[in-house]
């Protein structure tokens, strides 16, 4: 997993996506993005403010479309930003455009409840 | 203490933003993003691997390698910033204000400096009766006295950029790594004279940059194309709403009938107040475009009103100097007062001198111009940054130009003049300038005072006094916006610190 700066949220790639998503005990937003799309280079700021603000409760990281073709392949991106929610390896919810704070701060207090309702049941 | 110089500011930058790195041919971008295509199946076994056209040896490799790891990039302790070796840099308009002072400082840098002018400035203030108060020589004199002086050679070749088939034999020859596009009409005003003025600009610079798109994606794809467009193309909102940096941030949400949205990452609005201005709109239209089509790469550089005489190597030599108009169509606001001062005619506002505008001193905004080149984007990254370090009101600088003015012994007047252009006078104005200094390493170094002291001590010397005071008709307003031929009345004269300030107060987010 790579994290540059503060400002920056996590990177996950095809060498890091088994462990760090699909086995993760938490559950994980995937944010895939390009290089060449402005909507997901503005959610930089708003993703690394939720990462801090969900640490322990929700992973929160991106994956390049372009650099992990297998991957964008996989989940078959067809527009960015897409944001998928993982719980357990599998995929629970995808959005795909950019979203405001408020809208990702319900879709991550969802998925974490599920997720604890999971646990529970 | 001991101070820790921080880490490069390009240091992790990788090969994904080097202009060495061949990704055309290598790496298919369209297979997602916003294509109706069906999405190409990939083998499993696929890799993203890209060449380099510097390192051929390196085979196929994944574009992992850092600026900091690349033996192509080489650090520049002064900048604190990797610089690429002996980087290929195309200026188009490099016999300009900007674009020959650019070229002295990259040539000096270390880097290959190419460049193409056809004098369209020199013929159109020639036109409007005036020469550029310090005389700068003609080009093969200053490409000889760079060589000389310096040590710094330019390729230069006489060539218009509406020249596709000799504009493309250059890039060719060339292959450019960066172009700095400087190679359009600069004038508000020039544009606004008639039809044929208004016609000639929009041309030039619309059609102008749209062929340089094509060419790029042509013939050097991975290169950055550094683009000069100007505040001006926002506007000033009356709203007061902040002068983002081109692109709404994703907390930036429009609300509408009870639902809301993010409008993080579409382009903000923009207001043009000259038909100059929508020529830099339309060019951020046609550049975004461009880089979303074909994976092309860009910063569009939002300039605010630049003024200044002054750079370490304009400075070494009388030959090197830049050019410095300032007649009413290509004057800007600082150097025309400080022309008017030393011609001892009074300063000339517009209206209420209320306007609040982003202002930079030459020597800045050549800086931030290195720190950009040497940060290339991704590939088709399209990027805005608001290149401002200060926010002015006009009335203040005339005030400051006066004060200045005293120290060379000169008594000087302001004046009010009606306002020959459709404008708000009085507004808000906040201006968000977050990129330069927090990711490019940016920082401002000249404030208004002390690039006006060094103004009036080179247009105090003799020899330039005399070619000011030959010109000094031309900087009084003439063209006005709604198209009549009239002399702008004059509605006040007063004495500099008589006046109470008040009013809006510009706010830089910086």
Redesign the interface.
Known sequence: MIK?TQEMVMEFTEKNFEKEVINSELPVMVE?W?????????????MAKLEEEYAGMVKIGKIN??????L??RY?????PTFIMFANGKEMERYV???????LRKILKRIYQINRQTEKD | MISKTPKPWNAEKTCWNCPAAKFKGNVDFRACGQSKEKIKELQESKEVVIECHRRKELGHFEPNITFEQCPEWKLNKNYNIYMLRNMRIMILGIDGYLGWTLALKLGKLGCKVSGIDNFFRRDCVMEKGSHTLVPIERMTERLSAAKDVLGVEIDFRKIDIMDMDRLKGFMEEVKPESIVHYAECPSAPYSMVDAKHAIKVQKNNVLGTLGLLFLIKEIVPESCLIKLGTMGEYGAPLTGRPLFEGIFPADAVMKWNGREWSMGGELTPRDPVSFYHVSKVQDTFNIYEACKYWWLRSYDIMQGVIYGVHTEETAKDDRLRTRFDVDEWFGTVINRFVAQAVAGIPLTIYGSGEQIRGFIALEDAMECMVRLIFSPPEPGQYDVVNQVSGLHKISELAETVAKVGKEFGLDVKIQRLENPRVEAEEHPMEVVSKKLPNTFGFECKVTPEKEIRRMFKVLTKPNIVKRTGEKKHVIYPMTRWSGEKEKMGVLEVYEPGTKLMGGYVGKLRI
Request: aromatic share 6%; proline share 11%.
């Open positions: 540059m895939f390009g290089s060449w799309c402005p909507p997901c280079k503005m959610m930089d700021p708003v479309a372009d650099r992990n073709p297998r964008r392949n078959n991106i067809r527009g960015v455009a950019a979203k405001s704070e408020d809208e």
